[in-house]
């Protein structure tokens, strides 16, 4: 038997390479760009996900860059960023210390407070901010540091440095509740954040905050070749990291080099299309196999794979480990680092239900949310697009919450929230609307997670399906 494994394989190998010697230069030219852009896809994917998010604030808002965006309410499916977040008031700003350092200044924790992360261009954390943060709620100047710098960090600062000119802050003023005057309360709270240079401390010029609710911001991944049009912004404005040197006679080969313009020909982007479809089948067959679960049996894992989350909280310091296959594929569902993973937020993600299927639009699903969830603030439960991970488009809403009005508990104190493409009869404040054409998947968030869900003495169940049945009921 091992005889006969063996001489299959050796045919398999003698015919590969008859295959190979009987390619032409430019086919086997072809063949180089087409596997080395492929995993140029996988490597870049959180530097293309800053870049796409800044490209969408430039040519959709008037923001500029060391500027914040905002949402003066809660986001609706027009905010095409990654899984955001429809209970929450976000505040971005996209900085750049090219020119010296620049401070973000966090408001203390008083009539409000933020949940925020700032991270370098390849979505490494620098710090956390806001209670949970490295300012522990009291406020404070977080001072980004140019690559290379070499200078002094003043009193009273929180030197952060960089190993790239740019990145962003995510900042998520915390919501009490949906009422117009708590989302009021949320935006005018947000709005102490400054964003300035250093140089100009001591008489910081007014922030310019920029509303963008409402807008279409579109940042979803393009599996094309515009990929790679990212991709060398990144790499002409960016400096090579020590630990990515290797990528650069790859990236050479496919037309992107440091200093030189990146024009494919006709050919050249085709193939660079199908580059980019291949990677993106690897990245979704990978999330399809299913990341770790957080409790044994039932399907919820954690939203980003712990080979990542380890490497990436130590910065990549291990030099036996870089592991950007799976930082790739969790770069296809959200964006953002976070320092320090489990305090201010945590997040879980699924798929498909109880019994293994994928979320279907057009079905009628039941989750039941049991009672005395382990947050201090509040949970959700959110419904994205399972194609591009993004809020389903044209939906009326996309997630409740334990601040959701109306929300309607059952007698144990669990609730039980539907997802379909139409609410089940007195089930209307329960309910998140799908769309019947779609697959979907489901982000469910822990704000202010505490210990229960950690030592899994309270356990989020499988997601079920529901048989609707005439009249609207549900069983």
């Known amino acids: 038997m091992m ?6 394989v050796g045919i398999a190998l003698m015919t590969t390479s008859a295959y190979a010697q009987s390619m032409s230069p430019d086919e086997l030219a072809a063949r180089n760009i087409q596997r080395r852009a492929v995993e140029a896809m996988i490597w870049a994917m959180p530097a293309v996900n800053t870049d796409l998010m800044l490209q969408a604030m430039l040519g959709s808002t008037k923001a500029k860059v060391n500027e914040i965006v905002y949402w003066s309410r809660p986001v609706n499916w027009k905010n095409q960023t990654l899984t955001p977040n429809p209970d929450s008031i976000y505040f971005m ?14 408001p203390p924790a008083q009539g409000g407070s933020i949940a925020g992360n700032i991270v370098t261009a390849w979505q490494m954390p620098l710090e956390d ?3 949970t943060g490295a300012d522990q709620g009291q406020g404070g100047k977080y001072l980004i540091l140019p690559p290379g710098y070499k200078g002094e960090v003043p009193s009273g600062y929180i030197g952060l440095q960089s190993d790239t000119f740019s990145g962003f802050a995510l900042l998520r003023s915390n919501l009490a509740s949906h009422a117009d005057a708590d989302i009021a309360k949320s935006v005018a709270y947000g709005k102490q954040v400054k964003i300035y240079p250093l140089a100009q401390a001591q008489n910081p010029p007014p922030t310019n905050f920029t509303d963008a609710y409402d807008i279409l911001f579109d940042s979803t991944i393009p599996y094309d070749a515009r990929f790679y049009r990212s991709l060398d912004r990144v790499v002409q404005n960016e400096p090579w990291l020590d630990r990515d040197r290797a990528m650069i006679d790859q990236l050479r080969s496919i037309g992107i080099e440091k200093g030189k313009p990146f024009n494919p020909d006709q050919k050249t982007a085709a193939i660079l299309d199908d580059a980019a479809h291949e990677a993106h089948a690897l990245l979704s067959q990978r999330y399809d196999a299913g990341f770790p679960v957080i409790n044994p049996g039932i399907r919820w894992f954690p939203a980003a794979m712990p080979e990542m989350v380890k490497a ?23 964006f953002t680092g976070i320092k320090r993973i489990g305090t201010a937020q945590f997040y879980l993600m699924v798929a498909k239900d109880r019994d293994g299927e994928d979320f279907d639009g057009a079905a009628t699903y039941r989750l039941t949310v049991p009672a005395n969830a382990p947050v201090k603030q509040y949970w959700s439960a959110t419904v994205y697009d399972r194609e591009t991970h993004a809020l ?9 919450a334990s601040i959701s009005p109306d929300i309607q508990k059952n ?12 609410a089940p009869d007195g089930k209307e404040a329960n309910w998140v ?13 822990l704000y202010g997670p505490e210990k229960p869900l950690f030592d899994h003495s309270w356990k989020l169940p499988d997601v ?3 048989v609707t049945t005439i009249g609207g009921a549900t069983k």
């Open 129 to 131: 901010a806001g209670p």
């Open 93 to 106: 700003s996209f900085w750049n210390v090219k020119d010296g350092p620049i401070v973000l200044e966090i």
């Open 433 to 445: 609307p799908t769309d019947p054409a779609r697959k979907f998947e489901l982000l469910f968030r």
């Open 464 to 466: 079920e399906r529901v």
């Open 312 to 334: 990436a909280q130590g910065g990549y310091a291990d030099s036996d480990s870089y592991p950007i296959d799976a930082r790739g594929v969790t770069y296809t569902l959200g």
């Open 3 to 8: 005889r006969a494994i063996i001489g299959a």
């Open 411 to 422: 007698a144990d104190g669990s609730i039980d929230v539907y997802f379909g493409p139409k």
């Open 392 to 400: 389903v488009r044209n939906m009326p809403s996309a997630s409740r």
